[in-house]
């Protein structure tokens, strides 16, 4: 059941070469006669999820319900997709730990915050994607994040993703044991978002380095949480180490998303907005509107790349068709 | 404005001895003119904070904002303090991060899952008790766990939350160095909750360690993610180690927990329930039903001690008051 790399499966040999399919690695799965989905309240038996999921080609996830809403709502309109009477229901009704939203080949999943909510979700979504049998999946994180010498509302796409030491690794404890991990990014992936963002023409882009934490007050050197022991010396010369190694924006999920896809050959971009700049403050003072126009543009980015993807694939398709069809009278 | 262990504060001087104020131990917060919280949508500038909450002196807090919901209409119902046609509104309304609810002296919060979700929630809800000048405030944590070897629905109360290596400590990176901190919880609590469990006679209630994890799969030795390089051999060995260290049950959000009351000197303790055994399964596949009964159990089990706590209040608030009347005649 787990077609990783020195693994073999019948569905891989029937695939075309170009396709990629979603790993696992788990050879446990095999023996399972269900497998539930508990945080999306799905499962193998009671849900046909090659039915429901088999077309997926886009997955977006963000911390926020209401975002990720408010996202299916705009691809579908951006894809032409969209049916004024749609309700856009949350597939993942029946719990309240993650919503879940679907339009074509775009799924649109909330996480929660920070590293262990996030981690929960994409096993269970890798689980999701294997069992639809999906291909050529790539994935998204659109988030946002506190920005170092960025003016705010800059987007950041994360070049790597690093710890709170500046390096790019996540380590996770597995048995008890601290098991290190690399959290590289599709850097081609990348570059396209870098290109839509000039293309649109809207707000300026950046590729850097993303510091991601396990907290958002002490962790993130914010002079304003409940504890604070250190001066602010100590944050700016702290955020000046960060900015000096590379690090643009600070949040708090983008190193298990980025280890997790790896692991399952997902390509994989974490798309930021910097609602702040956090050597200037550490408090999100402008206003909601302004903080909503900030939160659409990791939206309006990725949007425009799908968008763009498809158009690629359909002509790729209509290529091909031609020189099927045109192949006899050569 | 911090009124920890060395700094003294007017406000203090004019309570009672036997008050406890929520403790801040933050310097810069003296500094602000207003206090954002942004993950509640709440302010010191927006919100009248004392007038809101001043009277807060039960908080209870758990990952599902549908369970707080569900707690606050139970505990209102407890304390007779329901009214028909309330709606018990979210406070947090403006914000899908958590959700709020009060009704009399009880708040109730949802966290989200893991340390990081549960960490913002608290450095929030600490500012917020401190800025509403809150005094003798108990805080309760309800959840759901997995257990080891103890039947599924038995409520464990938390002795000492453990790390994955068996330890009481949190691991905390401030400024990219660990910092070490306690997760002692309240002992008396623990005994006066067990008190009420055989007062009550519903179901079973152990005190036992519980450990807390980064991650709900590899990180608790689950054989059914996404990923697995384990044998169920390994599985069976760790848990059996983690069960002769003195753990009885398994979640996310219980260190920083202790951790940060201890530090805001709240008196603490963490109820969670056992779902599933988990030295004889990983997967969550009793009905809806049984899981449903199951999350009510430490619902009940603080709503009992809530009540109890506000009665022997009431009580010596009576007999106080006697003794003040009867004090010019003896």
Same mark, same amino acid.
């Given at each position: 059941?787990?077609?990783?790399?020195?693994?073999?499966?019948?569905?891989?040999?029937?695939?075309?070469?170009?396709?990629? $399919? &979603?790993? %696992?690695?788990?050879?446990?799965? #095999?023996?399972?006669?269900?497998?539930? /989905?508990?945080?999306?309240? *799905? @499962?193998?038996?009671?849900?046909?999820?090659?039915?429901?999921?088999?077309?997926?080609?886009?997955?977006?996830?963000?911390?926020?319900?209401?975002?990720?809403?408010?996202?299916?709502?705009?691809?579908?309109?951006?894809?032409?997709?969209?049916?004024?009477?749609?309700?856009?229901?949350?597939?993942?009704?029946?719990?309240?730990?993650?919503?879940?939203?679907?339009?074509?080949?775009?799924?649109?999943?909330?996480?929660?915050?920070?590293?262990?909510?996030?981690?929960?979700?994409?096993?269970?979504?890798?689980?999701?994607?294997?069992?639809?049998?999906?291909?050529?999946?790539?994935?998204?994180?659109?988030?946002?994040?506190?920005?170092?010498?960025?003016?705010?509302? $800059? &987007?950041? %796409?994360?070049?790597?993703?690093? #710890?709170?030491?500046?390096?790019?690794? /996540?380590?996770?404890?597995? *048995? @008890?044991?601290?098991?290190?991990?690399?959290?590289?990014?599709?850097?081609?992936?990348?570059?396209?978002?870098?290109?839509?963002?000039?293309?649109?023409?809207?707000?300026?882009?950046?590729?850097?380095?993303?510091?991601?934490?396990?907290?958002?007050?002490?962790?993130?050197?914010?002079?304003?949480?409940?504890?604070?022991?250190?001066?602010?010396?100590?944050?700016?010369?702290?955020?000046?180490?960060?900015?000096?190694?590379?690090?643009?924006?600070?949040?708090?999920?983008?190193?298990?998303?980025?280890?997790?896809?790896?692991?399952?050959?997902?390509?994989?971009?974490?798309?930021?907005?910097?609602?702040?700049?956090?050597?200037?403050?550490?408090?999100?003072?402008?206003?909601?509107? %302004?903080?909503?126009?900030?939160?659409?543009?990791?939206?309006?980015?990725?949007?425009?790349?799908?968008?763009?993807?498809?158009?690629?694939?359909?002509?790729?398709?209509?290529?091909?068709?031609?020189?099927?069809?045109?192949?006899?009278?050569?």
């Amino acid at each position: 059941m787990a077609p990783g790399p020195g693994f073999s499966d019948e569905k891989n040999e029937t695939l075309c070469e170009s396709e990629s $399919t &979603v790993y %696992v690695h788990n050879p446990h799965l #095999d023996g399972m006669k269900d497998d539930i /989905l508990y945080h999306f309240n *799905l @499962g193998t038996s009671t849900h046909n999820l090659p039915a429901m999921f088999g077309d997926v080609k886009f997955v977006c996830v963000g911390g926020s319900p209401w975002r990720m809403k408010s996202f299916i709502e705009y691809i579908a309109g951006e894809l032409s997709l969209e049916d004024p009477k749609a309700e856009y229901p949350n597939i993942c009704a029946g719990t309240d730990r993650y919503a879940m939203y679907k339009i074509g080949p775009v799924l649109s999943v909330s996480h929660g915050m920070g590293i262990p909510s996030i981690a929960i979700m994409l096993h269970e979504l890798i689980k999701l994607l294997y069992h639809a049998r999906c291909t050529d999946v790539t994935i998204f994180r659109i988030g946002t994040s506190g920005g170092l010498g960025l003016e705010p509302g $800059t &987007v950041v %796409v994360t070049k790597q993703s690093v #710890d709170a030491t500046f390096l790019p690794r /996540l380590e996770q404890v597995i *048995l @008890g044991n601290t098991v290190v991990r690399s959290t590289d990014l599709d850097q081609g992936l990348a570059e396209e978002l870098l290109q839509c963002s000039k293309d649109l023409g809207q707000f300026e882009t950046v590729i850097g380095n993303t510091m991601c934490t396990m907290d958002f007050y002490e962790g993130q050197a914010r002079l304003d949480g409940a504890f604070c022991s250190y001066t602010e010396k100590d944050k700016q010369d702290y955020l000046t180490k960060a900015y000096e190694s590379g690090v643009r924006n600070i949040e708090m999920e983008s190193s298990v998303f980025a280890a997790m896809c790896k692991l399952s050959a997902l390509k994989a971009a974490v798309v930021c907005v910097t609602l702040l700049d956090r050597q200037k403050g550490d408090q999100l003072i402008s206003s909601h509107e %302004v903080l909503h126009s900030y939160q659409q543009r990791p939206q309006i980015l990725v949007g425009h790349l799908i968008k763009k993807m498809l158009q690629t694939s359909a002509s790729v398709a209509v290529l091909d068709k031609k020189t099927v069809l045109q192949a006899p009278t050569t």
